[in-house]
């Protein structure tokens, strides 16, 4: 039977929570005095929480956090993934002090942080949407089947300026370092749903040497994997095979998700989410 939903007269807060060092993040925050459980959700590298129109009618069960991290959507700083995990907790124990079992979700990198997320605080499932578990094999995977063009034009196609970029020789330490390249692109990105103060930095920040979760992927249970049609960011076949080694692993194979980014379909992908058996 399917759930019954709120009235839509629920709506989001919008906040912004000084995480110290003069760093704040734009949240979205749902407190509901019934709430058996605490979700949270964090967006895709270079996201905006808003773009996923996750409706307060699905929440009936649950309070809710939409957490923008560092540089994305109205947040400051730059993005380094390990103050984020650290911001991330922060936000989970301010927000849900009723100590509510915790449903983590992350869509692509915010993904990766919700894993990482899970080895720090207790949740009862974590919900991730085409997650990228390895940030390098992210952008070599891109490099091999031609679809880098969708980063580089994130960051103002900064290869057609630095030949190097065209391929994956950047990705090395060494060469990163030898043709210092943290300094040859020092400009800054300022865009409606993600800020980057610095790109160099953001690179070597991400992908120098980068990161790896599928140790965090294995450790973590019950997990549920959401697959779109077609994926140019991260090879799916990674995550299936982790997923098949994982006893309390459920990979959902989402038909009318034609890409990486699921667009057009969050609101059906929620609908699955919350109305089915998947949060029951």
Not at 163 to 187: G, V
Request: with cysteine.
């Amino acid at each position: 039977m399917p759930k019954k939903l709120l009235s839509n007269q629920h709506k989001w807060q919008h906040e912004f929570i000084d995480v110290g060092k003069n760093i704040q993040l734009e949240i979205l925050s749902f407190q509901n005095s019934d709430a058996q459980k605490f979700f949270f959700f964090l967006p895709c590298m270079m996201g905006n929480v808003r773009a996923y129109r996750l409706s307060t009618t699905f929440l009936k069960d649950f309070s809710a956090v939409l957490i923008n991290p560092r540089g994305h959507g109205q947040s400051t700083g730059q993005y380094i993934p390990e103050k984020v995990l650290e911001e991330v907790l922060k936000i989970i124990a301010i927000k849900n002090k009723e100590n509510l079992p915790i449903i983590g979700s992350g869509h692509s990198g915010g993904g990766a942080v919700a894993l990482m997320a899970a080895q720090r605080t207790k949740m009862e499932k974590v919900i991730l949407f085409s997650p990228i578990l390895d940030s390098v094999k992210s952008l070599k995977y891109m490099y091999d089947i031609n679809s880098i063009h969708e980063f580089w034009q994130m960051l103002d196609n900064p290869e057609k300026k630095h030949s190097i970029l065209k391929s994956p020789e950047w990705l090395s330490p060494n060469t990163w370092q030898k043709y210092h390249l943290k300094e040859k692109l020092s400009y800054a990105i300022n865009r409606k749903n993600y800020r980057i103060p610095h790109v160099g930095q953001f690179l070597e920040n991400c992908f120098i040497p980068g990161f790896q979760v599928h140790n965090e992927f294995l450790s973590t249970k019950p997990l549920d994997i959401f697959l779109p049609k077609e994926d140019l960011w991260f090879p799916m076949e990674i995550t299936e095979n982790l997923a098949s080694q994982h006893p309390f692993a459920q990979v959902y194979h989402v038909a009318e998700a034609k890409d990486h980014f699921f667009k057009g379909n969050w609101s059906a992908i929620w609908k699955q989410v919350f109305c089915s058996t998947i949060l029951t």
